[in-house]
């Protein structure tokens, strides 16, 4: 009998329909009946990071966000890459899990998909490494030119880009199991 992992998604852009939402949802597609994507949707509603308010209890938005992390098997990051960066929305999720072990051996995977994406993606990779996820080079994917690869009704187009998409998802269920 197959495992369900429950997968906690964060998505980067803050768009309806943008591009890494499509990826995600692209990603539960894929899973089947192996994952539950749990897509965080409130990532505009959490507040500013600021330390002076993670005291002993943070914002409720915080607290419920923090305990989607801490509840999941693993947590899927799929972001676009804004003037060479992240987005700050996401910047600002992150931010508010410093001063918590949440990602420390959480097996994580992260997809940048934009333009570009290099320097997002690096970022990305640093942070989550900062605060020690647990990922390997498998559950990392970097997709430049993401745009013209998903189709108006979200399906990706790109052969290249499938396959690879689907070698993530299989590794990343492998590190869930482990």
């Not at 970022?123 to 108006?152: F, N, V």
């Amino acid at each position: 009998m197959k495992s369900l992992f429950n997968v906690f998604a964060i998505c980067g852009s803050t768009r309806e329909q943008s591009s890494n939402l499509q990826l995600i949802q692209a990603v539960s597609h894929l899973a089947g009946n192996d994952m539950k994507i749990d897509l965080y949707e409130s990532i505009s509603l959490l507040p500013h990071f600021n330390p002076d308010l993670d005291k002993e209890t943070a914002p409720q938005a915080v607290e419920q966000f923090r305990r989607r992390i801490e509840q999941a098997n693993g947590v899927l990051i799929c972001t676009p890459e804004y003037v060479f960066s992240l987005p700050g929305s996401l910047k600002n999720a992150l931010e508010w899990t410093i001063s918590t072990t949440l990602f420390a051996g959480k097996p994580t995977a992260i997809i940048t998909a934009a333009a570009l994406g290099e320097n997002a993606h690096a970022s990305l990779r640093l942070i989550m490494k900062t605060m020690d996820a647990r990922m390997t080079e498998e559950t990392q994917l970097h997709i430049t030119g993401i745009r013209p690869k998903i189709d108006a009704a979200g399906n990706i187009t790109d052969q290249a880009t499938s396959e690879k998409l689907g070698q993530l998802v299989t590794a990343f269920r492998n590190l869930m199991a482990v």
